[in-house]
């Protein structure tokens, strides 16, 4: 018998979330009785996107909208641009922003989407026409009480920019809150471009009290040196850390007594990763270029994978220093990575909670445009803060009482919430 597509290929992120909710289900009680419905995405809409290259060849390229649950409110979610994007890692990344939007209780269902393509190899001409190709083809389903798109890898305020424009000028009036992660003269919210960073260091620094880990001085090591990471590592180092490693797909840059940051991060910026920062001898105050697979290998107290996907596999688990894994990326951590680090007592602040400040803020974003008041940068630094602690309380509760780990507990709050929604809306028709 051929497989259905909600069948997982082994090993993907798919699969990946089918087990974790494998693991909620002893959890949930009665409500287990609607579990099928976390199997399944809601919607899964596949698009043809061609556009004309300017070389003036054309080119197709596969886009992906699936939105997992719209039991909790409008899908929300944000879009991809990479060449190893499947209606797979989709369907997994929808899933997850189910989960993460009921973790952290905001009224929103969980979606995502993507296109496969490498974005540096296109211009600034052919990624507009991409992008507004690709909303117009998933308009039917986005909208600001439908669907809410936002940045994720590669993607980034001038694409949500387009795609407003491009939805505004097909629906005939500008309808900013139908992305969110834009520039702020669109209707885009102060502190949103570093809002996920932001959540990490919050869900880190809450975490390391409670295991008794003073940042000061702790070591950190960073994979993935993006938006998320970026910011995440800036704040760990304005409290006291040392970035003692940062890995992205140029290579690996490392010091033992932590990177000079006011010099990496525009050198990122400015050369698009961190190849070239030790060779050159300016402002580099000592960094050295390590081969990328002894990074897992760094001694250090804290680890933020802000990446992609299955990049702490089960072999690399049982090397890590880490006393504290901070999930800045979607997914970072395989079922059997998962175990390892619990057998070996390294506490994961799974990515369903530990990421959830960027979506967070863009709810804020999405508040702000339906009323068109605008918050202060320090309002929404301290809303976000208080949602992100409390909502760790609450996984933390749950884990301490069940003696779970904070992934399984995190799904148990959420799926509780998701599941409640669905039974109380009952089926249609
Ligand atoms: N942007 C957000 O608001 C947001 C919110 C929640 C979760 N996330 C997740 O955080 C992760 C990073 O997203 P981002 O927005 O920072 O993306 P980004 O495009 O800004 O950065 C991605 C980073 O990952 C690095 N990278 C890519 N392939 C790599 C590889 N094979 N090895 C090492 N590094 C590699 C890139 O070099 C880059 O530094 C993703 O998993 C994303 O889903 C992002």
């Not at 798109?149 to 980034?156: E, I, K, L, R, Y």
């Not at 305020?157 to 939805?167: L, R, S």
Request: net charge negative.
């Amino acid at each position: 018998m051929s497989l259905s597509y909600v069948h997982p290929a082994s090993d993907s992120p798919w699969g990946t979330y089918l087990s974790q909710v494998e693991r909620v289900l002893p959890y949930l009680g009665d409500l287990a009785r609607w579990a099928e419905t976390l199997r399944r995405p809601k919607r899964a809409l596949i698009v043809d996107i061609p556009i004309e290259l300017d070389n003036g060849t054309i080119a197709h390229y596969e886009g992906y909208r699936v939105q997992h649950s719209l039991t909790r409110g409008p899908g929300k979610g944000g879009v991809r641009y990479h060449p190893d994007v499947t209606l797979e890692e989709v369907m997994a990344l929808s899933a997850w922003m189910s989960i993460k939007n009921a973790a952290v209780n905001l009224p929103y269902g969980g979606a995502k989407g993507g296109i496969r393509v490498d974005p540096k190899h296109l211009s600034q001409k052919e990624l507009e026409k991409l992008t507004r190709r690709y909303t117009s083809e998933i308009g039917l389903i986005i909208g600001p009480h439908q669907d809410i798109p936002a940045p994720d890898v590669n993607t980034n305020g001038q694409i949500m920019a387009w795609m407003m424009d491009t939805y505004s000028m097909n629906t005939g009036a500008t309808a900013t809150g139908v992305v969110t992660g834009k520039p702020v003269h669109l209707g885009g919210s102060l502190g949103r471009v570093k809002a996920t960073g932001r959540g990490v260091f919050v869900t880190g620094r809450e975490a390391a009290r409670r295991i008794g880990l003073e940042l000061d001085g702790a070591r950190v090591a960073v994979q993935g040196f993006g938006n998320v990471g970026s910011s995440a590592a800036e704040l760990f180092g304005q409290a006291g850390a040392k970035i003692v490693a940062v890995q992205d797909h140029s290579g690996t840059v490392a010091h033992p007594n932590g990177l000079d940051l006011a010099t990496l991060i525009p050198w990122v910026r400015q050369h698009g990763g961190v190849a070239g920062y030790a060779a050159d001898g300016a402002g580099t105050h000592g960094a050295e270029v390590i081969p990328d697979e002894a990074f897992w290998d760094t001694a250090c107290e804290i680890l933020i994978p802000a990446a992609l996907e299955n990049q702490i596999t089960a072999a690399r688990a049982e090397r890590l220093h880490a006393k504290l894994v901070l999930e800045g990326a979607n997914g970072p951590t395989g079922s059997a990575a998962d175990d390892v680090l619990a057998d070996r007592g390294v506490l994961v602040v799974p990515d369903v909670i530990c990421n959830a400040g960027g979506v967070t803020v863009s709810y804020f974003e999405w508040v702000q445009d339906f009323s068109s008041f605008f918050w202060t940068e320090d309002e929404i630094n301290a809303r976000l803060d208080k949602i992100m602690v409390g909502a760790l309380r609450r996984i933390w509760e749950v884990a301490d009482q069940h003696r779970i780990t904070l992934r399984t507990a995190t799904f148990a709050v959420a799926c509780e919430r998701i599941l409640t929604a669905r039974q109380e809306r009952g089926l249609y028709p």
